[in-house]
């Protein structure tokens, strides 16, 4: 949840399209040589949750899309290797998606690029493709050497008109748009516009560079996982912290965020996403190498109902803890460990009633107490302030009283016992 403040030419074949689309659909037996990269099975080295279009707050790029538009997106990964792999999704269109040519560099100042870095990406040997309506689709692998850390840029060129865009919302990361065709440009000149969310790209994976393991981390939320309230394009979100602290120990590892500011367990949210339940399967299940998911969600799904219009039915603490069964029977079912974490503080904020208070309280005894979880992490302790245990304490408060800022971030990620993970 947020507040109103925070404001891809070559034909392809329809062998070649269903060839790079159904990647992710394999039977599990037939998908091992498919998930193969160079030195190792892929894994994820940064993801993000997907949205349909909506501007809730300020105008962004979803709700027009894109036409004869160059598009820069900058990420960090969270783990290395020697190859990389990116992934698109028109999960939220409703006309194919012709992507005219795509590529991965390393990244430079703003929309720069390091010069001689860009690598061309082809899918399915092909430099475009079409992603069908509600796709999803990975570009083949490329050789590209890649640190823990390091940020790299992928490039979009949308030839033709895509209509509205399957997009992520709060990025707190700036990407870049230009006119024309700009993929291989290694300025950043030609980038004249900006915005705050991703558009389309879904997933970079990487493979080499360590033997695999299962030992990727999903952190799964709504805005206080998606990184709300921390300073744009500084990588401090709490996993961002997460991912730092355990390339600091020696040991970098995958660490994919997949909140979405506003979403809800138990209710879909037209600008925040599906709801948990029905959306876990999608964003999490589906992602290489993971072992771990850490859970945290649900102060939306008290609060929702209190907006003035747009908003979601009541939910109670019952429907609340059936919905963290359901995210955690999903995990285990695929042998996933599940970490809950209490939700944090809302005092002073625009959910601070006793209802809600009380609600809140109510849940996080169960997260303490129940066993349902593997493990658990108490955010809430974590960013209290110990004279008023309501309240997010002031210096790691972002300044709406609900979301931390980087300081608070950094307290969660510190707050998750490494061993635990």
Known sequence: MTTSNLTKSLRLTTVAVVSAAVLTALPSGAAVAAEQGHGGAWRGAWATSVQQPAAPFAPNWSTDGFSDHTVRQVVRVTTGGTKARIELSNRYGTTPLKITGATVARTAEGGAVQAGSARQLSFGGARSVTVPAGGTIFSDGVPFTVEALESVTVTLYLAEQTGPATFHHFAGATSYRAKGDHRS???????????????????????????????GIVTFGDSITDGVGGTNDADNRYPDELAERLAAAGKPRSVLNHGIGGNQVTNDWEWAGEKAVARFKKDVLTERGVGTVVLLEGINDFGGSTFPSGGTPEVSVDEL??????????????????IGATLTPVKGSFYDTPAIEAKRDAFNAWVRTSGAYDAVVDFDRAVADPADPDRILPAYDSGDHLHPGDAGYKAMAEALDIDAL
């Open 185 to 215: 440009d290694d300025s950043g000149s030609a980038f004249t516009e900006t915005s705050t969310s991703w558009y389309y790209l879904s997933g970079v994976e990487v493979s080499g560079g360590q033997a695999p393991r299962r030992n």
């Open 321 to 338: 803890i059936q919905g963290h069964r359901s995210l955690i029977r999903q995990a285990h079912a695929k042998g996933i460990k599940v």
